[in-house]
C-alpha cells in the first residue's frame, strides 16, 4: 500500500516507479485505487484517474470498477454521515479486492493522500491498509526536519491500527542538498525502527505541465487541431508589452497568454515558428483571452505553425493566475515523463529489500 504523508508529494510518481520495477520481478501484476477523490467518467461509472492512468499505461486487463471501486464524489460525505454505510462500502472493497489479487503475483495499492485522508467516512488510508491486510510504503516530501515530522505524524495513525510500515521513500530531494537529507534523515528514521528505502532526487523535467493539462485546465474553444499537446510548458508569457519585447521574452517552451485583439504580438509569436525550418524558436502554445476571434488570416497563419491554440472568455491576468495555482499530475499521454520515472526510480530506491520482506 503506498500512502504518503501529505497529498502531493509524489505518491503516484513512485508508484509508477515501484509498479515498473516490480514488472520486472512479477509476471502477473494489478494495480487498485481503493478510495478516489479525482476522477472521469467512464461508461457510466466514476473512475479515479489514476486508475485510468495505470490502465493505460500498464496495459492492465482488470476492470475500473475493481481498480476503482470507491470514488468519493460531491455530497457522498454528507450522505455517508446521514445515513452510515460503512459495511457495504467495505463489501465493495474486498470484493474488488479478491478479483484483483486472484491469479496475480501482486498488487500494487494506491492511497489517497496522507495516512488519515477518508475518516470522515471511516475508511481512512490506514483503515483500508489495515482491512485489506497490507503493508505500507510511505513517500515523503524532500528535506529534513518537516519531512521527518511529518513521517512520525503518519506513522502515528497507522501505528494505532497495527499496520505496518515497510519503509520511507523521500520524494523530490534537491541536488544540493541530496547528500545531507539522505544521511540525516535514515538517521532520524532509525531511531523509530523506520527503514529509509531510498531519496529520490527532484527532477525538473517532471514539473512542467504539457499542453494538454493546462489546456484541460483552463477548458475554452480549441482553435487549432491537437498536435502539439504534449508540448511541455517552461514559463509563460503575458502579451503586454510591445512586439519586441515579447520576442525577446519568448523563449522555447513558453506558453502565450494574449488578448486575442492584440493581433501585432500574435504575429510576432509566430515569428519563431514560421521563420525557422527546426522550430527551435517556437512557442509550446498560445491562449487568446478576451473571447474575441482572432481575423481569420491570423487564425490562419497560427494553423500552419502548428502551434496549439485555444480561445477563452476570461482576461490574461485570470487565466495566468489559474495556471500559477494548478497542481501538475502526470498525463496518460505524457510518455517522456513516464519513461523517466521509470528509468531513474530503482536507481534510488531499494525495490529488493521491499519485495523480500512482504511476507516476513
Known amino acids: 500500500f503506498v500512502a504518503a504523508t501529505r497529498q502531493n508529494d509524489g505518491k503516484t510518481m513512485a508508484s509508477l516507479g515501484l509498479f515498473y520495477a516490480l514488472s520486472k520481478r512479477f509476471s502477473n501484476l494489478a494495480y487498485m485505487k481503493p478510495v478516489g477523490q479525482q476522477y472521469q467518467i467512464i461508461e457510466d461509472k466514476k473512475v479515479d484517474k489514476d486508475a485510468v492512468l495505470f490502465k ?5 486487463q482488470d476492470s475500473y470498477a475493481d481498480m476503482s471501486p470507491i470514488a468519493v464524489s460531491g455530497g457522498f460525505t454528507s450522505r455517508y454521515l446521514d445515513n452510515p454505510n460503512l459495511s457495504e462500502l467495505k463489501e465493495i472493497l474486498m470484493s474488488s479486492f479478491s478479483k484483483l489479487v486472484e491469479n496475480k503475483d501482486f498488487l500494487l495499492i494506491e492511497g489517497t493522500g496522507h495516512a488519515g485522508v477518508g475518516s470522515i467516512f471511516d475508511l481512512s488510508n490506514a ?61 532520524g528514521l532509525e531511531k523509530h525502527n523506520l527503514k529509509l528505502l531510498g531519496c529520490i532526487p527532484f527532477v525538473e523535467d517532471l514539473t512542467f505541465p504539457t499542453i494538454e493539462t493546462i489546456f484541460n485546465n483552463i477548458q475554452g474553444t480549441l482553435l487549432s487541431d491537437k498536435l502539439g499537446y504534449q508540448n511541455k510548458i517552461e514559463k509563460c508569457v503575458i502579451g503586454a508589452s510591445v512586439p519586441h519585447d515579447v520576442l525577446d521574452a519568448l523563449t522555447p517552451y513558453s506558453l502565450f497568454i494574449v488578448p486575442s485583439t492584440r493581433e501585432g504580438l500574435i504575429m510576432g509569436a509566430l515569428c519563431g515558428s514560421l521563420l525557422d525550418s527546426d522550430g527551435l524558436n517556437s512557442v509550446s502554445g498560445i491562449v487568446l483571452t478576451g473571447g474575441k476571434m482572432p481575423h481569420e488570416r ?29 497542481l501538475v499530475k502526470i498525463g496518460v499521454n505524457e510518455f517522456e515523463k513516464i519513461e523517466k520515472i521509470q528509468s531513474i526510480f530503482e536507481t534510488y530506491v531499494d525495490v529488493d529489500y521491499i519485495c523480500s520482506h512482504l511476507s516476513s
Open 56 to 60: 493505460n499505461v500498464y496495459s492492465l
Open 127 to 187: 483503515h483500508v491498509a489495515d482491512l485489506l491486510g497490507s503493508k505500507v510504503v510511505l513517500v515523503s516530501l524532500g528535506g529534513i526536519g518537516r519531512a521527518f515530522d511529518e513521517i512520525i505524524l503518519n506513522k502515528a495513525v497507522f501505528d494505532l491500527l497495527g499496520v505496518e510500515i515497510l519503509g520511507v521513500i523521500v520524494n523530490k530531494v534537491r541536488e544540493d542538498k541530496y547528500e545531507k537529507v539522505s544521511k540525516y534523515i535514515r538517521k
Open 298 to 326: 491570423v487564425l490562419t497563419l497560427i494553423k500552419k505553425a502548428h502551434i496549439p491554440l485555444i480561445l477563452v472568455e476570461e482576461d490574461s491576468f485570470t487565466i495566468a493566475s489559474k495556471i500559477n495555482a494548478m
